[in-house]
């Protein structure tokens, strides 16, 4: 069926990563950045150019798109949605992709910066490129493949099936999201417009991972209300909350309870970020787990922690804040066998063996689901995602191309 077909997933991507589309966190804006909305304009472009007639980008940065039925059978409306910002770990502003072709297996020395160095030794997945053609950063920036790859490979399915009308499909939804990588990507999305029956987020990793579970997420903030008093006659008076802050941060766990220390199905709490002067200080929090259920007790564990360290300041007090951020896909999922059987044949009849995995992490398929909206998330084969060392084969943004289209007509029996 690709025999034929040039692919163009890896030309697509290496020109979506160089616009910049860096959310922000600290923002209260939709989208957070408005620089996300250029990529969005360039994609509703090109899909208009391909005559999806009702392409088009909102006023909030989301596009929409709409292939429709060539099938005279009445089936389903399946949605492929990915997300155009990339994340604020790292920079994201002139991004200058390098198509490293026929790879040889070697370690790479990223040009811009010879201190970054991808090593096999730390990502022997590389191996599994030898003979291929991989994409990384120049070194001093992210590539953005998480989850521009998402995007490019979303883009070259509706190409192909466009092409291609022979391929028997029904309505097919097209969606890109913005702000995912700050936990907004669904805060503005219009699901009536959507008009979608159940989707799939292309946001994952390694070719045949196909992933049905997220950690559930709160986050937690801590504010601390010390005791402001001139420096000059602070003497028995001052009470410092950005020490305090200090105080509650080298209270936490060292050898547990931290995503430093964790891995697998183990729940964690993470300081995100802090901020304050000597009268008041927060921290952020995020607190993860693969059972609901626990989060409370991560919470309780995390007051607990706080009060302890306030009760040696009894002039101090403080604030301890709970708010919902996404919960495990796999509570929805779990309704919607199908949707998760229909992928998993897709990728076998691509000739890949399925890896179920629960994600370290949320989709906007997490909040989709519990939207309404049965979402699992494919991979892409992005690797290294949110640092200068993140690379992507392109073998693996193929794959995924075929697996979409092997999808739609699934889908569609």
């Known amino acids: ?21 860096q959310s922000n966190p600290q923002s209260n ?21 391909m005559e999806i007639a009702d392409a088009c980008t909102d006023e909030y940065g989301y596009v929409y798109a709409t292939i429709p039925s060539n099938s005279n059978k009445k089936t389903p409306v399946i949605c492929f949605c990915a997300h155009v910002d990339t994340a604020p770990d790292c920079s994201g502003t002139h991004v ?21 160095i991808l090593r096999v030794k730390d990502y022997p997945y590389l191996k599994e490129h030898i003979g291929h053609s991989i994409i990384t950063a120049s070194g001093n920036t992210l590539l953005g493949a998480d989850d521009k790859s998402g995007v490019a490979i979303i883009m070259d399915m509706a190409n192909y099936l466009l092409a291609h009308p022979e391929i028997k499909h029904g ?29 799939y987020t292309l946001d994952g990793g390694e070719a045949g991972t196909l992933e049905d579970e997220t950690f559930s997420a709160d986050g937690a903030v801590v504010t601390i209300h010390g005791v ?47 901020d304050g002067q000597a009268e008041k200080a927060t921290i952020e929090f995020i607190v993860r787990d693969f059972l609901t259920a626990k989060l409370a007790e991560h919470e309780a564990r995390l007051k607990s922690i706080v009060e302890t360290v306030l009760a040696k300041h009894p002039y101090a007090n403080f604030k301890f804040e709970v708010h919902e951020q996404y919960r495990n896909m796999k509570e929805v999922l779990d309704k919607y066998p199908q949707v998760v059987s229909n992928a998993a044949e897709a990728y076998s009849r691509a000739g890949l063996k399925v890896r179920s995995e629960p ?33 992507i084969g392109v073998k693996d943004m193929e794959k995924a191309v075929e697996v979409l289209v092997n999808l739609v007509q699934l889908s569609g029996l």
């Open 1 to 21: 069926m690709f025999d034929q077909y040039v692919f163009t997933v890896a030309e697509k991507f290496m020109r979506y990563v160089q616009v910049d589309t």
């Open 171 to 199: 309505t097919i939804k097209i969606l890109f999201t913005p702000d995912e990588e700050i936990g907004k990507g669904t805060a503005k999305l219009d699901l009536k417009k959507l008009g979608a029956d159940f989707a």
């Open 359 to 391: 994600i370290r992490g949320g989709t906007d398929g997490s909040r989709l689901s519990f939207m309404g909206l049965p979402c699992p998330n494919l991979f892409t084969g992005m690797q290294a995602i949110h640092s200068k060392l993140e690379w």
């Open 96 to 116: 200058k992709p390098i198509l490293h072709k026929d790879y040889r297996g070697q370690d790479i020395i990223l040009p811009d910066d010879n201190s970054q």
């Open 228 to 274: 402001s008093v001139h420096p000059g006659y602070a003497k028995d008076k001052l009470v410092n909350a950005l020490k305090i802050a200090g105080e509650i941060l080298d209270a936490l766990p060292k050898d547990e309870f931290s995503p430093e220390t964790t891995e697998k199905r183990q729940g964690f709490v993470h300081p995100v970020r802090m």
């Open 29 to 49: 804006t939709h989208p957070s950045t408005e620089k996300q909305k250029n990529l969005s304009a360039i994609l509703s472009e090109e899909l208009k150019k």
